[in-house]
């Protein structure tokens, strides 16, 4: 059975950083696009954070952001397609949220994921 674990998250104030981690394992075909989303206390709907599309190897992968976190999010791979990192700098009160990692085994990444992590709260305050 597959699973993502998420390890990160936590409190930080308002401008500082935070760094989330997730890592695939037990699925029987390799990602082809990780992401993470958030939902934010009241909110119905997951919002796409960030998304990375592997190319023929993590070298030419493609990134996507938000544009509420553009400039200030970073999502990376490090040679390992079953593992993203999402860097958070210059954190505002309003990415309070609880952020789950989501990937795409198997599947086309035009998709709605087939995986998802437990998630991770990550709070910011002024």
């Known amino acids: 059975q597959g699973q993502l674990e998420e390890s990160g998250g936590g409190s930080a104030r308002t401008g500082g950083s935070l760094r989330l981690s997730c890592r695939a394992s037990?699925?029987?075909?390799?990602?082809?696009?990780m992401a993470w989303f958030r939902q934010a206390p009241g909110k119905e709907r997951r919002e796409e954070v960030a998304r990375i599309e592997d190319g023929s190897s993590t070298s030419n992968a493609v990134t996507n952001y938000a544009d509420s976190v553009k400039g200030r999010f970073t999502l990376s791979q490090n040679n390992d397609k079953n593992a993203v990192d999402l860097q958070m700098n210059s954190l505002k009160p309003e990415d309070t949220a609880m952020y789950y990692c989501?990937?795409?085994?198997?599947?086309?990444?035009?998709?709605?994921?087939?995986?998802w992590g437990q998630g991770t709260q990550v709070t910011v305050s002024s």
């Open positions: 989501a990937a795409w085994h198997g599947i086309s990444c035009i998709s709605p994921p087939n995986s």
């Open positions: 037990g699925y029987p075909y390799d990602s082809n696009c």
